[in-house]
């Protein structure tokens, strides 16, 4: 076989160097978002691809002054907005007070699912649905807070204690789906404390009031989708049978049943977030929840 010049060469389905040189105003138009931010490297491509040309000069001040016209101080704040507003947060699924009291005279005890039990319940019936967590390598958030655990915390007029001092690790995160998932326990009620002196034989817990502080910070920090879960906190119903309250027989009975309807709530709070994963289209692009 010969090879023999090309006596007709076909134009090119791509833009030539030529065509850029025209119609200057495209370079800026199609360099991505995060090279616009940095003009240097902005200013450097269009110099690299209208350099050697005739109308060298004329366009390459054309396009920097283009790109530095699209280029602003707002640019990056922009990016960090848009990237938070395609984050979602799911709602607190109410299922449970998440309201119990201990110490001093308590009529009606709670029972508290810890963590371990918890992230049991709420992983396995994740993973049912295809949906895994890493339970190491998972985010942190810190925050200031309202000091909710303190003995004496009278609500957000009492100016005069200070803020808590609130670091948190994820229980568990999907890299895939960018899914951070919190249990509340009462272990994580307590990091809502700060410095106090004042003291209490009694002793209010609300994982439900800390659950909504948390998702008001994922919210704020806008870097994951996430969801928090937290303890029912279901109380011990003597049903009537004093007998058993004030001599102490078939008391673990009665705290059995307890732990079982503060399970059975969590895990309600679970299967509503699952529906609620569906109706968001967050695993729109994978078909990951099984019927």
């Known amino acids: 076989m010969k090879i023999k010049p090309v006596k007709r060469a076909k134009t090119p389905n791509y833009p030539v160097l030529e065509y850029y040189i025209n119609n200057p105003e495209l370079l800026s138009k199609s360099i991505p978002e995060s090279w616009i931010k940095n003009k240097y490297v ?34 990056e704040d ?10 979602k947060i799911a709602p607190i699924f109410v299922h449970g007070d998440g309201l119990g009291g201990t110490g001093c005279i308590v009529v009606s005890p709670p029972v ?39 003995d004496c915390y009278y609500g957000s007029a009492d100016t005069d204690v200070p803020d808590a001092e609130v670091e948190l690790k994820m229980d568990g995160y ?12 009462v272990g994580d009620f307590s990091k809502f404390k700060s410095n106090e002196f004042c003291f209490s034989s009694g002793r209010t817990i609300n994982t439900k009031d ?37 001599k102490g ?4 009975k009665y705290r059995e049943k307890a732990v079982e309807e503060s ?19 967050i695993l729109k692009k994978r078909k990951i929840i099984k019927k």
């Open 112 to 150: 508290f699912i810890s963590e371990n039990e918890a992230r049991l319940i709420i992983f396995n019936a994740l993973e049912e649905k295809g949906i895994k967590f890493n339970t190491e390598d998972c985010p942190e958030i810190k925050f200031k807070s309202a000091p909710i655990a303190n």
């Open 249 to 252: 027989s078939n008391w673990e």
């Open 210 to 246: 800390a659950a909504d502080i948390i998702r008001e910070e994922l919210i704020k920090d806008g870097k994951t989708n996430a969801v928090v879960f937290y303890d029912p906190i279901a109380s011990i119903n003597f049903e009537g049978d004093w007998e058993t309250y004030y």
């Open 42 to 75: 902005a200013t450097s491509l269009a110099t690299f691809i209208l350099l050697g040309t005739a109308k060298s000069n004329l366009f390459a001040n054309q396009a920097r002054i283009e790109i530095s016209e699209n280029y602003s101080s707002d640019s």
């Open 174 to 185: 999907n890299k895939e789906l960018n899914l951070a998932v919190q249990y509340v326990s």
């Open 78 to 87: 922009k990016i960090k907005n848009e990237i938070k507003d395609s984050v």
């Open 263 to 281: 399970k059975k709530l969590l895990l309600a709070q679970v299967e509503d977030f699952l529906k609620w994963l569906k109706k968001e289209k």
